[in-house]
């Protein structure tokens, strides 16, 4: 039959168990929160890193534009003086 010290280890042991899993719980909450935000500042680069590349582009394609306007108006001034 067991004693009241019995029981006392018992509760001890299952408030230890409970603690414990508590930790570990917190740790990995802590660790999926850090993968999170690691996640997260990769999309983050690679958003950026997207948004120059079009940017880049849209420079590049207005600066062609430009320059085809300046041929256009130079053959129409060749053209008609």
């Known amino acids: 039959?067991?004693?009241?010290?019995?029981?006392?280890?018992?509760?001890?042991?299952?408030?230890?168990?409970l603690a414990f899993a508590a930790?570990?719980?917190?740790?990995?909450?802590?660790?999926?929160?850090?993968?999170l935000r690691a996640v997260d500042r990769a999309h983050e680069i690679g958003r950026k890193r997207y948004?120059?590349?079009?940017?880049?582009?849209?420079?590049?394609?207005?600066?062609q534009a430009e320059d085809a306007v300046a041929a256009l108006m130079r053959d129409r001034k060749n053209l008609h003086g």
Not at 23 to 35: D, K, L, P, S, Y
Not at 51 to 63: D, G, S
Request: aromatic fraction near 0%; hydrophobic fraction near 40%; glycine fraction near 12%.
């Open 23 to 35: 930790v570990q719980a917190m740790q990995a909450g802590i660790e999926r929160g850090q993968q």
């Open 51 to 63: 948004v120059r590349a079009i940017q880049h582009k849209k420079a590049i394609q207005r600066a």
């Open 1 to 17: 039959m067991p004693t009241a010290s019995d029981t006392v280890h018992g509760m001890n042991l299952g408030t230890g168990l």
